[in-house]
């Protein structure tokens, strides 16, 4: 049953990311990315999960939907960082 709200949730933070079509910047800077002077990534908040994006040309680019209550700074650094 948990599970299945997970997914509910989850695709509910994909109809709402879609807004960011409309208004791309309206996104904030991820603080653990901003401390080491990374803003080429944006993010919305979306409780409990946080969709992170980047804006490319006039594309939006959705790269990392994660709970938030999860260590955001090794999740950012590892997926964002190193994997680029």
């Known amino acids: 049953m948990a599970r299945l709200r997970q997914i509910a949730s989850c ?3 994909w109809r ?3 807004r960011l079509s409309r208004m791309p910047e309206r996104g ?17 908040l979306l409780k ?7 804006i490319l ?3 939006v680019y959705i790269v990392l939907i994660a709970d938030a209550r999860r260590d955001m700074q090794t999740l ?3 997926r964002l ?4």
């Not at 901003?34 to 990534?41: A, D, H, L, S, T």
């Not at 409990?48 to 980047?54: A, F, K, Q, S, T």
């Open 76 to 78: 950012l650094t590892e």
């Open 48 to 54: 409990p999960y946080r969709v992170i994006y980047r």
């Open 16 to 18: 709402r990311a879609e």
């Open 81 to 84: 960082l190193r994997g680029s």
């Open 57 to 59: 040309d006039d594309t």
């Open 11 to 13: 695709s509910g933070c």
């Open 28 to 44: 904030s800077f991820p603080r653990e990315l901003v401390k080491i002077g990374v803003r080429e990534y944006r993010q919305v």
